[in-house]
């Protein structure tokens, strides 16, 4: 397999040199030695080139400093890093945060494997704090409808030099939100988002409550991605209006439920009679979000007794067993990540409530009648996916079931399996490996006893 050549990219701005040492020392411990550093600096003083010379002489011939006359923030710093870049692939890293060792080793084999290698990759990662490693995101495959509320992928990614050339810059008109527009402007063109279920990277982060003016920064943060989130919907016709969450890391879209038409012929509303809604407007609520044009089933999170979730979604594992997502976590408590809160794309909704697209529906001529329940729905899900159509869990809509009764049968997963058993046995792109599987879903390891 052909080695691929990395032009790794770094903006330096109000740098504290301590972490940025930090970063240049994981950028040197490398296995994988086939790549050069950019380094775009927009400090005042010459300390960031100087360290670079004094402190790192093993990675000089590999480095190629450019100090920046114009001060318009880190899009334009990104540009000139792409324009000069001699590798095939561009990783853009955060002047303070670490690579793993293995980080670019791990990113070469991903190319290697991949048959679309025009993409962008972004992986796993936790968080440092001083000298601690703490909070480890896990995060989906990618996830659309996620990444329209919250920059789930964070700050590291790797662009495929063609793909860069045909996408263009980055929009140096953006202030915080320049990586989250373009990672908007390749899924809306449909190129391909690669994760890589692993901790390759290392954020910096502080652990210390956050001043005034930090606060203050977040909410502009949070306001900009915001925008260009809604602004991503409007070109597809999706009215839409939203609000910055309390915690300054996400936002809440509301999208807009004036389009919908009772006993319209463009959606087919299923409910089970035993399945009881509590929340006003339902349906609207659910047609709204099918009124983007690549959702063809949206569905709702379930509760059971004592302010339980039954499911917000279901996960399956690589045997084709589908198990609820959050099932037997509290509803009032933050879930892992705020998933089970959130809108998302998922692999497969209750099929006691939800709402499906009539167009998708004629076109993959309905659900297999040899199939049961769940599986008639986990089975239309997958083949709506094959063509290029997304499944949603909206938690703001609830449901409840009187009676609890799961329909499957060994024969309706036999049948299953046969149909899509290369699929499953993938797994669920929508829930990351290093989460346990089964009943006790969306559970970072070694807290299932934490009350």
């Not at 011939?61 to 450019?66: E, F, L």
Request: glycine letters at 6%; aromatic letters at 12%.
């Amino acid at each position: 397999m052909a080695d691929n050549y990395f032009s790794l990219v770094i903006w330096t701005n109000e740098t504290n040199m301590d972490y940025f040492k930090d970063c240049l020392e994981s950028i040197d411990e490398q296995e994988y030695r086939q790549f050069e550093l950019y380094i775009l600096d927009n400090n005042s003083s010459y300390v960031v080139e100087q360290t670079i010379k004094e402190f790192f002489p093993d990675i000089v011939d590999k480095v190629h400093y450019r100090r920046l006359k114009k001060k318009t923030g880190g899009a334009y710093a990104y540009n000139i890093g792409a324009h000069f870049a001699e590798g095939n692939y561009l990783v853009y890293i955060g002047q303070h945060d670490r690579l793993s060792g293995k980080t670019l080793t791990v990113l070469n084999d991903k190319i290697n494997e991949l048959e679309n290698k025009e993409c962008i990759i972004y992986s796993d990662n936790d968080e440092l704090i001083g000298l601690d490693r703490r909070n480890p995101h896990f995060k989906t495959d990618f996830n659309k409808e996620l990444l329209l509320q919250m920059n789930y992928i964070g700050d590291f990614i790797c662009i495929s030099l063609d793909l860069y050339k045909r996408l263009g810059s980055f929009n140096e008109k953006t202030v915080s939100s320049y990586l989250y527009e373009y990672l908007l402007r390749a899924a809306y063109k449909k190129e391909k988002i690669e994760h890589i279920p692993s901790l390759l990277y290392h954020k910096r982060t502080s652990d210390k409550p956050r001043t005034k003016e930090e606060r203050r920064e977040a909410s502009f943060y949070c306001k900009e991605h915001m925008a260009l989130a809604m602004s991503y919907l409007r070109k597809d016709s999706v009215l839409v209006s939203g609000r910055e969450d309390a915690s300054l890391n996400k936002w809440h879209l509301n999208y807009d439920e004036s389009s919908f038409r009772r006993f319209s012929g463009d959606y087919m509303f299923l409910k089970d009679e035993d399945v009881k809604l509590y929340t006003r407007n339902n349906v609207k609520k659910m047609y709204a979000y099918l009124c983007q044009p690549d959702v063809a089933v949206v569905g709702v999170r379930f509760i059971d007794r004592g302010f339980t979730i039954d499911n917000v979604g279901y996960v399956f594992d690589t045997d084709g067993a589908w198990y609820p997502a959050f099932h037997g976590q509290k509803v009032f408590r933050e879930s892992y990540e705020g998933l089970a809160g959130m809108a998302r794309d998922v692999a497969m909704v209750d099929c006691g409530c939800c709402l499906i697209d009539s167009k998708v529906y004629r076109m993959l001529h309905g659900f297999d009648t040899r199939l049961k329940g769940q599986d008639a729905m986990f089975d239309f899900c997958i083949r709506a996916r094959q063509r290029g159509f997304r499944t949603v869990v909206i938690p703001k809509v609830i449901a409840r079931r009187k009676k609890k009764e799961v329909i499957t049968s060994s024969e309706s997963h036999e049948i299953l399996m046969e149909k899509h058993g290369e699929i499953i046995k993938q797994g669920d792109s929508f829930y990351n490996r290093n989460l346990p599987i089964g009943m006790e879903n969306f559970i970072l390891p070694g807290t299932q006893g934490e009350n």
